[in-house]
């Protein structure tokens, strides 16, 4: 079957309420940790990651930090409009850039009560006796806006003004306003690169001390940056995969890291994405290092959700990855930066990635798929089994350290 093909029916599960985790554990690594592996369970407790790992490994992490993406504007008349920031305007070449703009940016945004933004309303939000930050609307775009922000001091950057003036964006599923301890809960140790709208969720179980001993066993530590759209909350309306259009997602990848994923997997050692969206970037240079094989000029859009499909190749992933360290090294640049849209689902074979560390996902959700795809029909037995012992569910949620199936 074609992924476009999957109903996505075939991956709904009863998700009770209780079940998902409103608030984190007071210690992020006492967290529960279920590992699968060619179809056997283990319970144990995230602490005992590093028993499951094994000496050789690659742990691939995802540096994004998460923004205030939320800003709560007044319109003139006094009413609120919450302004949901997602992501640059087209006219920016990186998030970066961006996030360094003074005085003014032109964002895409989500908004809640756009219907009440009369056209030609500049919308205020006063942050203190000096600040002042103004909305304007540009463009209405299918589902979102473009809007110009400015602000009353413009020797701050627009990532200063984001964390002055916004909130931070907890997933929608939490149903609960953001808490002062959120600022810090919601943040991996990871995080460096601001941009994001949601954490990378499966990083938020990892302290120094887990850091210490998966280094005691000799594993490697790599980093890339998939900065996570509001796309991944985003729910499979259409009744098959086909009518689902994937959230395009800015990945930034330096070349010393393409360097040192070449090195494990010319050595053939296990390779283990830390998270959904390290799983995404990694696959997701494989089919560029394809697409600059066969000729092709990187678009905005790299990686488009069904070039994996639609694509016949017997490139290595080795052979891939050289391809895109030829690419930088020949434009003398020290980073891949575009946008990916893969979308992984059952049918999808991976090329980079040997094992997953990730949390529990929505009923029919992509994440969902993409575990699927990993370890096949047995996501059900995984979910049971997690439903049934008191795994608790979704960002905040427990861990698991799922093994890629055999061929």
Not at 12 to 37: F, H, M, N, T, W
Not at 131 to 159: D, H, I, R
């Amino acid at each position: 079957m074609h992924p476009k093909d999957i109903n996505i029916v075939a991956y709904r599960y009863g998700l009770p309420d209780e079940k998902i985790a409103k608030y984190p554990l007071a210690q992020r690594d006492q967290s529960k940790l279920l590992v699968y592996r060619d179809g056997d369970i283990t319970e144990t407790g995230f602490g005992q990651l590093p028993e499951f790992i094994p000496s050789d490994s690659m742990m691939v992490f995802n540096q994004t930090k998460v923004v205030h993406a939320r800003l709560l504007f007044q319109k003139p008349t006094g009413g609120k409009i919450e302004v949901f920031c997602l992501e640059p305007d087209a006219r920016y070449p990186d998030i970066q850039t961006a996030m360094s703009e003074r005085e003014q940016v032109y964002w895409t945004c989500f908004l809640g009560g756009a219907g009440k933004w009369k056209e030609g309303q500049v919308l205020e939000l006063k942050v203190s006796e000096e600040l002042m930050v103004f909305a304007e609307m540009v463009q209405k775009n299918p589902g979102t806006y473009t809007l110009k922000l400015y602000w009353s001091q413009p020797e701050l950057s627009f990532a200063e003004i984001l964390h002055l003036a916004g909130k931070v964006p907890l997933p929608p599923y939490l149903n609960r306003e953001a808490e002062p301890e959120d600022e810090q809960t919601y943040q991996t140790i990871f995080a460096k690169e601001e941009g994001s709208v949601a954490a990378p969720t499966a990083a938020l179980h990892f302290t120094d001390r887990i850091r210490e001993g998966l280094g005691q066993k000799g594993t490697v530590e790599n980093f890339v940056t998939l900065h996570v759209g509001a796309g991944t909350f985003k729910p499979v309306k259409s009744e098959t995969m086909e009518g689902h259009e994937m959230h395009a997602e800015w990945i930034e990848v330096t070349l010393g890291c393409i360097e040192l994923l070449l090195q494990q997997l010319q050595s053939a050692k296990p390779l283990i994405a830390v998270g959904t969206t390290s799983c995404r970037t990694l696959e997701s240079l494989y089919w560029i290092g394809v697409l600059l094989h066969q000729g092709h000029t990187l678009d905005e859009v790299a990686v488009s959700q069904w070039i994996p499909y639609s694509t016949e190749t017997d490139l290595t992933a080795v052979a891939a990855l050289q391809q895109i360290i030829n690419y930088l090294q020949e434009r003398n640049s020290n980073r891949l930066v575009t946008k990916t849209q893969i979308i992984i689902a059952p049918g999808y074979r991976f090329r980079m990635i040997d094992g997953l560390v990730t949390n529990f996902h929505q009923p029919e959700s992509t994440l969902l798929l993409l575990v699927s795809a990993l370890i096949g029909p047995d996501w059900e037995k995984v979910y049971t089994y997690a439903l049934e012992h008191d795994f608790r569910f979704l960002s905040y949620g427990d861990s698991s350290l799922l093994w890629k199936q055999k061929a």
